[in-house]
């Protein structure tokens, strides 16, 4: 079940979501926020936020930026009366913006659509793959490696929070087609989780952590379209 939270001072507009998706989802878990300083307290995981911009204390465009420190993929959607804000919503990787007053048909679509996104980041978050190295074999957690290596027949599989990489029996064909499209090829010898791409440069990728990879340059217009398609199709920078 996924875990809702609406953040708004207005304890009318809280109930108005709050019965959208009530009406839409019966069974729906939902948390309300009059703040931003409350909603980071609770310290839950929520799937999908519904976070005013303007409201008194923490902003919800300040609120978004510790949330994303917390947890990259939460599917965020700003609700507020002033457009102007939507390049700040944009810098957070927010999934939508809505407009108040707020119209239930145009509220559905949008919350259909976040439903559908958030379903899919944590299917993402579960998913695992196996490897075989010299003595063992085991299944990793996909969205824990940062980038993969090619080391001849085998692979390094450089992960968060290990100083050495994993060496594993496999090819990079083998691994770019289980892993999916957070990972890109970004050279013949680097696999890289765009998730963790913290900036790159004509001729390099630096990622979380300061790890470093190289990026071909004839590949990198290719890269480079690959990357803002993947941040505008639901993908979220952990960085």
Not at 128 to 139: A, D, L, S, V, Y
Not at 211 to 222: I, P, Q
Request: one cysteine or more; aromatic letters at 12%; glycine letters at 8%.
């Amino acid at each position: 079940m996924l875990h809702i939270a609406v953040v708004d001072d207005e304890e009318a507009i809280r109930q108005q979501i709050h019965g959208f998706i009530k009406k839409h989802e019966p069974n729906i878990l939902i948390s309300d926020f009059a703040t931003g300083e409350e909603l980071l307290e609770a310290g839950s995981d929520f799937d999908i936020i519904f976070l005013d911009i303007r409201m008194e204390g923490m902003d919800g465009i300040a609120a978004a930026r510790f949330l994303r420190q917390r947890n990259a993929d939460t599917v965020i959607i700003f609700i507020t009366g002033i457009k102007e804000y939507v390049f700040d919503a944009f810098d957070v990787s927010a999934f939508h913006y809505l407009l108040k007053p707020m119209k239930k048909g145009k509220f559905i679509q949008v919350f259909d659509r976040a439903k559908e996104e958030a379903e899919k980041r944590k299917r993402q978050r579960e998913k695992q793959i196996f490897i075989k190295t010299k003595n063992q074999g085991f299944t990793i957690n996909v969205n824990r490696i940062l980038y993969i290596e090619s080391k001849g027949k085998k692979v390094g599989i450089h992960t968060l929070h290990m100083e050495e990489a994993i060496e594993a029996y496999a090819t990079m064909e083998e691994l770019k087609e289980q892993l999916g499209g957070s990972f890109y090829r970004c050279h013949r010898g680097y696999l890289v989780n765009m998730s963790y791409i913290e900036k790159y440069d004509m001729d390099s990728i630096i990622l979380s952590g300061g790890e470093k990879v190289y990026l071909t340059k004839k590949k990198h217009s290719d890269f480079v379209k690959a990357y803002m398609w993947y941040l505008q199709n639901g993908g979220v920078s952990c960085v």
